[in-house]
């Protein structure tokens, strides 16, 4: 059974929600009978993705609405809170998925590295600070779904700009969850979605077959539905080629680098391959 939010004529908000994860999840809350608002850029992408989203709905297109908003810029999403409540009354869950990644270096311009903190964590902070307090006050259970990634855990070296943001969404969203626990009567909770490799358009970059190793937008927000039924924060998405057991042991060998004072992204450096290796294998 899926989380009791997750059902009709409650209403949901994704952002970054034309394509990927996102649509696969308005695609799913819309199956449930949800209200589905989906917030992007692109009208043709919206509209698009709006059409298939009222073929899902069982109320048709009467429960699908389409919102163009640049999530890195607070009053156009304080806006789409507005344009929420006025159409369907309130929000019960709200995903903050809008991302992106067009590759950064660590001196590369100021513009690019402000643009990806904008919108993957800044866009996550908008967000929530917009539509949380309306949902808190609504004295009803609803979720509040933030999008990050493996990378923003291990950080991986090549994209430090992406890293930084999708660090800064797991902390904002820890944060969240203790604050909505530490507020009386609220019943709000904070999940932290983790996707693994997903092959989406953020991920294709030009290939048009998904590769083995990925998983489908579906698959990933299957997923999460079970582990949102199941009270998890943490919903950590493993690979069809990576076992769950190897990503957690990647993740404590990084929080390992901090206790054993071990040079940053050892598992890069080569003094440390070898050890890696075996500890992953659990040696």
Not at 145 to 158: A, C, H, L, R, V
Not at 198 to 223: C, H, M, S
Request: net charge neutral; glycine share 10%; proline share 6%.
């Amino acid at each position: 059974m899926p989380h009791p939010v997750i059902s009709a004529n409650h209403v949901a908000v994704i952002t970054g929600g034309a394509s990927g994860i996102g649509l696969a999840a308005a695609t799913r809350f819309a199956e449930a009978g949800m209200k589905v608002c989906i917030a992007d850029l692109g009208d043709d992408r919206l509209k698009a993705a709006a059409a298939k989203l009222s073929s899902a709905a069982p109320g048709g297109a009467a429960d699908i609405m389409t919102a163009a908003v640049d999530v890195s810029r607070a009053d156009e999403v304080a806006s789409l809170k507005a344009a929420v409540a006025k159409k369907f009354g309130g929000t019960d869950i709200l995903m903050n998925n809008a991302g992106i990644q067009p590759g950064s270096a660590m001196f590369g311009p100021a513009d690019n590295w402000q643009r990806i903190l904008g919108v993957n964590l800044w866009g996550v902070i908008n967000g929530t600070q917009a539509f949380a307090p309306n949902m808190i006050k609504r004295d009803r259970p609803g979720l509040i779904i933030n999008t990050g990634s493996k990378q923003g855990i291990t950080t991986p070296p090549g994209d430090p700009a992406y890293n930084v943001s999708k660090a800064g969404v797991k902390a904002f969203t820890e944060a969240l969850q203790h604050e909505l626990r530490n507020t009386d009567g609220c019943k709000i909770t904070a999940h932290l979605l983790i996707p693994g490799f997903v092959f989406t358009g953020l991920t294709a970059r030009g290939r048009t077959e998904k590769p083995a190793g990925a998983w489908t937008a579906e698959q990933t927000v299957d997923f999460m539905i079970e582990h949102l039924a199941a009270g998890d924060f943490y919903i950590l998405c493993p690979d069809n080629d990576v076992p769950r057991a190897l990503d957690e042991r990647r993740i404590l060998w990084a929080a390992g680098d901090i206790v054993e004072n071990r040079p940053p992204l050892s598992r890069w450096h080569p003094d440390f391959g070898d050890a890696f290796e075996a500890f992953v294998k659990g040696k």
